[in-house]
């Protein structure tokens, strides 16, 4: 059973950066993609970000390339998303998951997931 735990969210203005952080624990965390999330109110649970199992290829939605970075450390079993130039759209619950050794945008491809963190960006 893999636990993971996220943290590093909050409320930032426009333009801004955030970096989030997950912490994995209770699986071998370098055999699984590693996934961000994001749920805004009212809407559905949509992918942001994913990671290979080594790190070295990285995935992105579209409306955050060029504007976030996933990274991994396989040695102290974290995931960080750095969030840069955010946006009032970007506001949303961000949730990170894994389970899987093949990357996904689809959310019910992965089987674990964080309690969540809020991210909310102002004008």
């Known amino acids: 059973q893999v636990q993971l735990a996220e943290s590093g969210g909050g409320l930032v203005q426009a333009g801004g950066s955030l970096r989030l952080s997950c912490a994995a624990s209770?699986?071998?965390?370098?055999?699984?993609?590693m996934g961000w999330f994001r749920q805004a109110p009212g809407k559905e649970r949509e992918f942001v970000a994913a990671i290979s199992r080594s790190g070295g290829i990285t995935y992105y939605a579209d409306s955050v390339k060029g504007r976030f970075t996933i990274a991994r450390d396989n040695a102290k079993n974290t995931v960080s998303l750095q969030m840069d130039s955010l946006k009032l759209e970007d506001t949303a619950v961000y949730y990170c998951?894994?389970?899987?050794?093949?990357?996904?945008?689809?959310?019910?491809?992965?089987?674990?997931w964080g309690q969540g963190t809020q991210v909310t960006v102002s004008s």
């Open positions: 998951a894994t389970g899987q050794t093949v990357w996904s945008v689809t959310p019910n491809r992965y089987d674990y």
């Open positions: 209770g699986g071998t965390f370098s055999s699984y993609v």
